[in-house]
């Protein structure tokens, strides 16, 4: 990502941090760490008095998934299933032209879903950290239980398994040698 790229696209999130941040009574905080000489705006971290993210803007920094701050990755930025399995979904970044003015979109990708878009009023943040309506849809989903196979009050007969596996013998008969028993009535 060339240098003006990420003077876009920092200063655009980090006003639009500020901004989302002070309407919610919060006073953000901004650093630019360059962790193992990265350039400068391929991490912004943002910190207010509750909590903190960690804007992952290119490939430059790998996100840390225990840090003190909840990682946010721009679209170039890749994770693996594996990560999208045991963390339920990860936030990502985006600024979208709207006539001359850039908007900050929050997105959340979840494993086998496509990734939802948000503008940031409609995101929050709780006691998980930065949630959008498909996170709320995400966690609802994996606290409920699944559903019944069968429509409640009709239970599908299912025969025992001495039935299912062919001709069984009553407990405590053999059959007669030489003969099958089946389709033979009185026969036991």
């Not at 639009?16 to 000489?37: K, S």
């Not at 594996?82 to 990708?109: F, K, M, N, P, Q």
Request: proline residues 10%.
């Amino acid at each position: 990502m060339h240098n003006f790229e990420h003077t876009d696209l920092t200063g655009n999130v980090k006003s639009a941090a500020a901004a989302w941040l002070h309407g919610r009574g919060e006073q953000a905080r901004f650093d630019y760490p360059q962790p193992d000489g990265a350039p400068i705006g391929s991490v912004v971290d943002i910190q207010w008095r509750r909590g903190g993210l960690r804007v992952h803007l290119d490939q430059a920094v790998t996100p840390q998934w225990d840090a003190d701050t909840e990682p946010v990755l721009g679209v170039s930025v890749p994770v693996d299933r594996d990560t999208l399995i045991r963390r339920w979904y990860v936030h990502r970044v985006r600024l979208d032209s709207e006539g001359t003015a850039r908007r900050v979109r929050i997105g959340t990708e979840a494993f086998a879903r496509s990734t939802e878009w948000f503008g940031l009023e409609e995101c929050e943040m709780t006691e998980r950290g930065l949630s959008t309506p498909a996170v709320e849809r995400i966690i609802r989903a994996r606290r409920t239980p699944p559903p019944s196979q069968w429509p409640a009050g009709k239970t599908k007969k299912v025969p025992a398994p001495q039935a299912r596996a062919g001709p069984a013998e009553p407990p405590g008969r053999r059959p007669q040698a030489g003969v099958s028993g089946v389709g033979e009535p009185g026969l036991w």
